[in-house]
């Protein structure tokens, strides 16, 4: 795909506004700057937020697309399933149990080539009933070709809603892709965005192309046979092909972001924070990088050389590049705001990951810690992260420390 | 390795499942009883629960677990020893979901061995169907008429035991009669059963089939594109909508043809065929509107031919019907090509419903036909009638 250049005084004015406003109203946002088609709701929290603001966006005029109010997830992303074949761009989401409701339609995107946006509200799977954020529910759709990307500011989120079309819609992905924002801390609080001009919009987002894939009356195709023995493994071939180009793609994509809207992002999988000389760094998903660089900052003081990496993207998982990254520090300290019951050492998705990605492919061995925090909405405090932190450093003495650990539980 | 032997057997879906498990289920248990050991399966890709679509039931038996475990290591067997086909319409050939394009019922026979058919029809009639292949084989047909029964009921007219009684004549070296005596009298524990098998054994013969004997009709090839050239999206090509077409007699361009999968042919699901009277034809269209198929060519006439390639013999053209014997729907067994009828009466119409007339007298009456089981009692009608017809041999 050709680079896009953009006039340098353009470069200068990078936004048109700034606003307080919420991660969910961010995302409604980038909705309506990326003129979606087709947008189906079903309210559950903390999803809900964005289908309320978008419905307002729609109310007041401010944006023009079809909004369906669905009888239930499953017909939810169903609805948004069938849109995009049809050529529509839509944008969808739901949190929690209601992920997991959509999930038959959920299983089917990725091998249809549908370049659905959802924002996933983390949240706590019910059982027991909770609202607060759990990263389970959208990592459950972590094997099944869906990109899956964590962000943890308003801002981020708004910037990376518009990444994610130009991506999810590249001919050599066409792939859905979820956006993952923490419930509460980002779905539901509000901070200070800067809104991109449309013009930069649409000079970032070009229209959704869906080519020789289109369903319409014009391009007839029939979508989705059964197909058995003799087809279905070609078929998956497809989509780990979507795989093994995917990080490419995402990095042509944030360099062309940079250069429209000027606002830098660095390594698109992850960011690095007070990771220059440190021995040890923390890592993690979403919003509890704030408590996270708070304490790594009062440490920091302390004289304690941490760090903290703050992962982007989960899917793809940019194996190499994460495990180069972490090879050089003494030990890891994972936080893995999930649980994976009964994996390896009983740890959480990313430091099982993670593991996974230091085996192949990094130079040195250093410890792999993980610690299960902030589950169901609990908070992750400064005193836990420096907890974590003080655990990170006795393995990088070589002091052997419990795989899996618990922190800021009960008991 | 020691030896590995392989029956398959080819059967209908729905009407016929039950039969074949318990054939393929008596060859293990009865080859079992001279110490060897095997397995009976369904070929898994296949969709047994869909009236009438071909299928394939196996058993593999062998002298020792190691062989048998090299014969359980491949999905289905390459090559088998014996085919049993149990509803002789298939010698048309047989195209299930299982796999892609219409495949002869050989397809998987290793040259000099035996397929046995059951059939009421002798030889040359059932060859005119079977296509011609390169390698020489044995044909031996099972005289009877064909078992069909529903999903949840079985039609115990002892043609397990017969076909039982067959493959221990063809293949000894699979099983033999006093195996096959050995697991009836144990397992069935019906005596009466055991005569049958012995009956069948004693009467059943294979013919040569010659290299190159047969249906000459060349079955179109599918192949299976590399992932890379496959289109993505799990989409396909649709077919075009249609559109007018040149008469087969007059070669006047008119009327409508949908357009239709190159590939996927539907017909040997096909029991029975719909006959097609033009001269009473109201042209109302119920037949062509009502059609799952889209099997109806509209004529330049404004009557309507069934396209004999894409019709799989639901008979719903035959039930919405409204004139009288305008369609009936004939055991697909009379019949040894797919030529268009309209074709015939336009050539000409007095020979064509003279045809008619005798061809549908062989139809069975609608109340009467056994796909299943239309009223109580028809079971307790349908077994004696078949066990006289199996007992005459």
Same mark, same amino acid.
């Given at each position: 795909?050709a680079?896009?250049?953009?006039?340098?005084?353009e470069?200068?004015?990078?936004y048109?506004q700034e606003?307080?406003?919420t991660?969910?109203?961010?995302?409604?946002?980038a909705?309506k700057l990326?003129?979606?088609?087709?947008?189906t709701?079903y309210?559950?929290?903390p999803y809900?937020?964005?289908?309320q603001y978008?419905s307002?966006?729609?109310a007041?005029g401010?944006m023009?697309c079809?909004?369906?109010?669905a009888?239930?997830?499953?017909s939810q992303?169903?609805?948004?399933k069938?849109a995009?074949?049809?050529?529509?761009?839509?944008?969808?989401g739901?949190?929690g149990?209601g992920w997991?409701y959509?999930?038959?339609c959920l299983t089917?995107?990725?091998a249809?080539?549908?370049p659905m946006?959802a924002?996933v509200?983390?949240?706590?799977l019910?059982?027991p009933?909770?609202f607060g954020?759990?990263?389970?529910?959208?990592?459950?759709v972590?094997?099944l070709g869906?990109?899956?990307?964590w962000?943890?500011s308003?801002?981020?989120?708004l910037d990376t809603?518009?990444?994610?079309?130009?991506?999810?819609e590249?001919r050599?992905m066409f792939v859905?892709?979820?956006?993952?924002?923490?419930g509460?801390?980002?779905?539901?609080?509000?901070?200070?965005v800067?809104?991109p001009a449309?013009d930069?919009v649409k000079?970032?987002?070009p229209?959704?192309?869906?080519?020789d894939?289109?369903l319409h009356?014009d391009?007839?195709?029939?979508?989705?046979?059964?197909?058995?023995?003799d087809w279905?493994m070609?078929?998956?071939?497809?989509?780990?092909?979507v795989?093994e180009i995917?990080c490419?793609?995402?990095?042509?994509?944030?360099?062309d972001?940079e250069?429209?809207?000027?606002?830098k992002y660095?390594?698109?999988f992850?960011e690095?924070?007070m990771?220059k000389d440190?021995?040890?760094?923390?890592?993690?998903?979403?919003?509890?990088?704030?408590?996270?660089?708070?304490?790594v900052r009062?440490m920091?003081?302390e004289?304690?050389k941490?760090g903290?990496v703050?992962l982007r993207?989960?899917?793809?998982?940019?194996g190499?590049?994460i495990?180069k990254?972490l090879?050089?520090?003494k030990?890891?300290?994972?936080?893995?705001r999930d649980?994976?019951?009964g994996?390896p050492?009983?740890?959480?998705?990313?430091?099982?990951?993670?593991r996974?990605?230091?085996?192949?492919?990094?130079a040195?061995?250093?410890p792999?810690l993980?610690?299960?925090?902030g589950l169901?909405g609990r908070?992750v405090t400064?005193p836990d992260?420096?907890?974590?932190?003080?655990?990170?450093?006795?393995a990088?003495k070589g002091k052997a420390?419990?795989?899996?650990?618990w922190i800021g539980?009960r008991? | 390795?020691?030896?590995l032997?392989?029956v398959?057997?080819?059967?209908?879906?729905?009407?016929q499942?039950?039969?074949a498990?318990?054939?393929t289920r008596g060859i293990?248990l009865?080859?079992?009883?001279e110490?060897?050991?095997?397995?009976s399966f369904g070929?898994?890709?296949?969709?047994?629960?869909r009236?009438?679509?071909p299928?394939?039931?196996?058993a593999?038996? $062998?002298?020792?677990?190691?062989t048998l475990?090299a014969?359980? %290591?491949?999905y289905e067997?390459k090559?088998?020893? !014996?085919t &049993?086909?149990?509803?002789d319409t298939l010698?048309k050939?047989a195209?299930?979901?299982?796999?892609?394009?219409l495949?002869?019922?050989?397809?998987?026979l290793?040259p000099g061995?035996t397929l046995?058919v059951i059939s009421l029809?002798d030889?040359?009639?059932?060859l005119?169907n079977i296509h011609?292949?390169e390698?020489?084989?044995?044909?031996?047909i099972?005289r009877g008429v064909?078992?069909?029964?529903?999903?949840?009921?079985?039609?115990?007219?002892?043609?397990?035991v017969?076909?039982?009684?067959?493959i221990?004549?063809?293949?000894?070296?699979v099983?033999s009669?006093?195996s096959?005596e050995?697991?009836?009298?144990e397992?069935l524990?019906?005596?009466?059963?055991v005569?049958?098998a012995?009956? $069948?054994?004693e009467?059943?013969s294979?013919i040569?089939?010659? %290299?190159g004997?047969?249906?000459?009709?060349?079955l !179109?090839k &599918?192949?299976l594109?590399r992932w890379?050239?496959?289109?993505?999206?799990?989409s396909?090509?649709?077919?075009a909508p249609g559109?007018?077409?040149?008469?087969?007699v007059?070669g006047k361009?008119?009327?409508?043809r949908?357009?239709?999968?190159e590939?996927f042919?539907?017909y040997?699901t096909?029991?029975?065929?719909?006959?097609?009277?033009?001269a009473?034809c109201?042209k109302?269209?119920?037949?062509?509107?009502n059609c799952?198929?889209?099997?109806f060519?509209i004529?330049?006439?404004?009557t309507?031919?069934?396209?004999?390639?894409?019709?799989?013999g639901?008979?719903i053209?035959?039930?919405?019907?409204p004139?009288?014997?305008?369609?009936?729907?004939?055991?697909?067994?009379?019949?040894?090509d797919n030529?268009?009828q309209?074709?015939?009466?336009?050539?000409?119409?007095?020979?064509?419903l003279k045809?008619l007339?005798?061809t549908?007298?062989?139809?069975?009456?609608m109340e009467?036909?056994?796909h299943g089981?239309?009223?109580?009692?028809?079971y307790q009608?349908q077994?004696p009638?078949?066990?006289?017809i199996?007992?005459?041999?």
């Amino acid at each position: 795909m050709a680079t896009l250049t953009v006039p340098v005084e353009e470069k200068k004015k990078t936004y048109e506004q700034e606003a307080l406003i919420t991660g969910a109203e961010a995302i409604a946002i980038a909705c309506k700057l990326a003129n979606v088609d087709v947008v189906t709701a079903y309210p559950i929290r903390p999803y809900d937020t964005v289908m309320q603001y978008i419905s307002q966006l729609v109310a007041d005029g401010e944006m023009d697309c079809e909004y369906i109010v669905a009888e239930g997830e499953h017909s939810q992303f169903e609805i948004v399933k069938h849109a995009s074949a049809c050529g529509a761009r839509v944008f969808c989401g739901s949190s929690g149990v209601g992920w997991m409701y959509a999930m038959e339609c959920l299983t089917v995107t990725p091998a249809l080539r549908i370049p659905m946006v959802a924002m996933v509200g983390n949240r706590a799977l019910d059982d027991p009933g909770a609202f607060g954020v759990e990263h389970n529910d959208a990592l459950a759709v972590r094997d099944l070709g869906w990109m899956l990307t964590w962000v943890d500011s308003a801002q981020e989120a708004l910037d990376t809603a518009l990444i994610a079309y130009r991506v999810a819609e590249d001919r050599r992905m066409f792939v859905p892709l979820a956006l993952s924002c923490d419930g509460a801390f980002l779905t539901h609080s509000q901070a200070l965005v800067k809104i991109p001009a449309l013009d930069q919009v649409k000079k970032f987002l070009p229209p959704y192309n869906r080519g020789d894939l289109l369903l319409h009356p014009d391009n007839v195709i029939s979508v989705a046979p059964q197909a058995n023995e003799d087809w279905v493994m070609e078929i998956r071939r497809q989509n780990y092909a979507v795989t093994e180009i995917a990080c490419d793609v995402i990095r042509e994509v944030y360099t062309d972001f940079e250069k429209i809207f000027g606002r830098k992002y660095g390594n698109p999988f992850f960011e690095e924070y007070m990771t220059k000389d440190a021995d040890v760094v923390l890592l993690g998903m979403g919003t509890m990088s704030t408590p996270v660089k708070v304490a790594v900052r009062k440490m920091r003081e302390e004289g304690k050389k941490v760090g903290f990496v703050r992962l982007r993207w989960f899917r793809p998982f940019a194996g190499p590049e994460i495990a180069k990254c972490l090879e050089r520090f003494k030990a890891i300290g994972v936080i893995d705001r999930d649980f994976s019951f009964g994996s390896p050492d009983l740890s959480g998705v990313v430091a099982t990951e993670v593991r996974s990605a230091m085996y192949t492919s990094s130079a040195t061995r250093p410890p792999v810690l993980d610690f299960i925090c902030g589950l169901g909405g609990r908070e992750v405090t400064v005193p836990d992260v420096e907890k974590m932190t003080e655990i990170t450093f006795q393995a990088a003495k070589g002091k052997a420390q419990p795989l899996t650990q618990w922190i800021g539980l009960r008991g | 390795m020691g030896q590995l032997l392989a029956v398959e057997v080819i059967y209908r879906g729905v009407f016929q499942k039950t039969l074949a498990k318990n054939i393929t289920r008596g060859i293990v248990l009865a080859a079992h009883n001279e110490g060897k050991l095997g397995i009976s399966f369904g070929r898994y890709g296949d969709a047994p629960e869909r009236n009438g679509i071909p299928a394939k039931s196996f058993a593999i038996v $062998a002298n020792d677990e190691q062989t048998l475990e090299a014969g359980m %290591a491949q999905y289905e067997p390459k090559q088998v020893d !014996v085919t &049993v086909v149990l509803d002789d319409t298939l010698c048309k050939g047989a195209e299930s979901w299982a796999w892609s394009g219409l495949q002869p019922v050989h397809h998987a026979l290793k040259p000099g061995h035996t397929l046995i058919v059951i059939s009421l029809e002798d030889a040359p009639a059932l060859l005119k169907n079977i296509h011609r292949r390169e390698q020489p084989y044995k044909l031996g047909i099972v005289r009877g008429v064909t078992s069909f029964s529903g999903m949840w009921v079985y039609k115990d007219d002892y043609t397990d035991v017969r076909i039982l009684g067959a493959i221990a004549k063809a293949l000894p070296a699979v099983m033999s009669l006093e195996s096959v005596e050995k697991f009836i009298n144990e397992k069935l524990k019906n005596t009466l059963k055991v005569t049958t098998a012995r009956n $069948a054994f004693e009467r059943f013969s294979a013919i040569g089939v010659k %290299a190159g004997e047969g249906n000459p009709d060349e079955l !179109v090839k &599918v192949g299976l594109p590399r992932w890379e050239d496959m289109r993505c999206g799990v989409s396909i090509k649709g077919q075009a909508p249609g559109g007018p077409f040149a008469d087969p007699v007059t070669g006047k361009v008119g009327g409508f043809r949908p357009g239709r999968n190159e590939l996927f042919k539907k017909y040997s699901t096909r029991t029975q065929r719909p006959v097609v009277n033009f001269a009473t034809c109201t042209k109302c269209t119920l037949c062509w509107l009502n059609c799952p198929d889209a099997a109806f060519d509209i004529t330049t006439a404004g009557t309507y031919d069934t396209n004999l390639e894409a019709c799989s013999g639901c008979g719903i053209c035959e039930e919405i019907c409204p004139v009288k014997n305008c369609i009936t729907m004939v055991n697909e067994s009379e019949f040894h090509d797919n030529n268009s009828q309209w074709a015939a009466f336009e050539k000409d119409k007095g020979a064509y419903l003279k045809w008619l007339g005798t061809t549908i007298q062989k139809a069975e009456p609608m109340e009467k036909r056994s796909h299943g089981f239309r009223y109580r009692g028809q079971y307790q009608e349908q077994v004696p009638e078949a066990l006289e017809i199996a007992n005459k041999g």
